[in-house]
Structures are given as structure tokens and as C-alpha cells.
């Protein structure tokens, strides 16, 4: 993984916190101090905190683990969906589906429904039915693919999730919290870290600010995926393929019957 520098956190805005009012108090261990009536958020607490998330979402991705990165922020929702998809992570980016965690067989099953949705229409099925039907049809599945776009080939409930905002995202939160699931977060200093695993004391407003964290993290994630590749392809070698001529010599070695000696005749 690439290092992380406090330039590059403080070019990337990520020292800003909230307003001194609007503060929770078990940030407090992540404000270095207050300028002008807003928290400042200490670096060098940002930086541990990403390289440990880096490191833990590094080790998911080289053991084949299921990540679920959720931002349904304005701001975040490209950040998160252009980074997830390039390193093939699930996301959720409209909106949480409630029971996403907790009632994940009922979810799997709406999940299910807009793949053989999607399926029936790129094959042309929908065409025997009347037009009205077929518009129909084409807007539920609208419906469902905004929401499930990200997790469309989910099959199993993810082993970890990482939240942007957890104030917002705390539907999400209390779920993974429930399944008992790793949490990893941006942690801003209007709220609370208790419930985190991996906080990231970070600006979870600013686009910079989100951009770097996510990138890092789905770098990570990618690295860690490319590890397990390579690992699985080493451990496994093939077996050398014999030459031709070789292998049908002992064919024929194989096929030849032992001749029994005669013995010699006894003279009288």
C-alpha cells in the first residue's frame, strides 16, 4: 500500500471537523483542537487509523472476504461507487435497505428477482405480453435496480462494511452492530466511535476528504485481492507433462507380460 503522508491529508481537507457546538463528546480523543469555532481533527490520529483500516481491508481482499462499502451522501455516492467498482467491492449508494443485515433471505430474494427480471427482458420474454404489461414490468425493474445495482451478484451476508457517515448511515450501523459484523468508518467529530471497529477520525462532508479515504481503502482491498491470486496460483503447481515418445514406452512396459523361465530338463 501507498504511504500516507499529513500533507496529503491536510491538502485533502480531511482535518476539518464540525462546528464546536455540534461536537460529540467521545470524539474527543480525535480533536487536536478548535479554530475559529470549528473542531480540528488531529493527523496524525487519521493517518493510524487509515493505515490500520488499509491493513484490515488488505487481509479481507487476499482471504476472499465480502466487503459492502455504504455512502448514500450526495457528495459520496460517485466517490464510492467508481471506487468500489474498480475493486469489484459491493455497494450501496441510494438508499439502505432496511434488513439488509438482519433479514438478509428475504433481501436475497428481491436480489434474485431483479436478476431474472433483467434476464427475461435482455432475452426478449417480456415481448409476448401486451405493451401497458411490458411498461410495467420495465419500471418495477427500474425500481429494483436502483436500489440493488451494487449488490446484484451479492450471495452471502458480507463479512465487514465500511460506512461513510455513520450519523446518517445509522440504520446500517445498528445492524452490523446486531450481526456482528467489523465496522469500518469515518468518524467526524459529531459522532460517536464507540461502536466502531476501525475508525477513521476524518471531514466526512468534503469531497476531497472522502475521496482519498475511499480510494485508499478500495487500494487496499484490491491489493490484498491481487495477493490472494497470486498465492493460489503458486501454491498449486502442474505437474510436468512427460514427451510423447516417453509416455507410450511405458504404455507398452505396462502392457508387455512377464515371460516365465523354462527350466532346464534333467538328464537320465
Known amino acids: 500500500m501507498k504511504d500516507v503522508s499529513l500533507k496529503d491529508l491536510l491538502e485533502a481537507g480531511c482535518h476539518f471537523g464540525h462546528k464546536v457546538e455540534r461536537w460529540h463528546p467521545k470524539a474527543a480523543e480525535f480533536i487536536f483542537g478548535e479554530r475559529e469555532g470549528i473542531h480540528i481533527i488531529d493527523l496524525v490520529k487519521t493517518r493510524?487509523?487509515?493505515k490500520n483500516a488499509?491493513?484490515?481491508l488488505k487481509n479481507l481482499g487476499q482471504t476472499g472476504k465480502v466487503?459492502?462499502?455504504?455512502a448514500t451522501k450526495r457528495q459520496s455516492k460517485g466517490i464510492v461507487s467508481d471506487a468500489?467498482?474498480?475493486a469489484v467491492v459491493f455497494y450501496l449508494t441510494n438508499r439502505w435497505i432496511g434488513?439488509?443485515?438482519t433479514n438478509w433471505e428475504e433481501v436475497k430474494k428481491n436480489i434474485d428477482k431483479a436478476n431474472r427480471m433483467r434476464k427475461e427482458l435482455d432475452?426478449?420474454?417480456w415481448k409476448k405480453f401486451p405493451k401497458?404489461?411490458?411498461v410495467k414490468l420495465e419500471k418495477d425493474l427500474r425500481k429494483l435496480e436502483s436500489v440493488y445495482t451494487g449488490v446484484k451478484e451479492l450471495t452471502r451476508v458480507p463479512e465487514a462494511i465500511f460506512i461513510i457517515d455513520i450519523k446518517r448511515e445509522i440504520s446500517s450501523l445498528r445492524e452490523a452492530v446486531k450481526c456482528k459484523i467489523p465496522i469500518v468508518a469515518i468518524i467526524d467529530t459529531n459522532t460517536n466511535p464507540n461502536n466502531v471497529d476501525y475508525p477513521i477520525p476524518a471531514n466526512d462532508d468534503a469531497v476531497g476528504s472522502i475521496q482519498f479515504i475511499v480510494n485508499y481503502l478500495a487500494d487496499a482491498y484490491l491489493e490484498g485481492k491481487k495477493l490472494g491470486e497470486k498465492k493460489e496460483d503458486t501454491s498449486e503447481p502442474k505437474e510436468k507433462e512427460l514427451p510423447k515418445k516417453t509416455e507410450e514406452k511405458i504404455e507398452a512396459k505396462k502392457e508387455e507380460k512377464p515371460q516365465k523361465k523354462s527350466k532346464p530338463k534333467k538328464l537320465k
Request: hydrophobic letters at 40%; charged letters at 25%.
Open 132 to 134: 401497458h404489461e411490458q
Open 84 to 86: 468500489a467498482k474498480r
Open 54 to 56: 488499509g491493513e484490515y
Open 67 to 70: 466487503v459492502l462499502f455504504v
Open 48 to 50: 493510524d487509523g487509515l
Open 99 to 101: 434488513g439488509f443485515l
Open 123 to 125: 432475452g426478449g420474454i
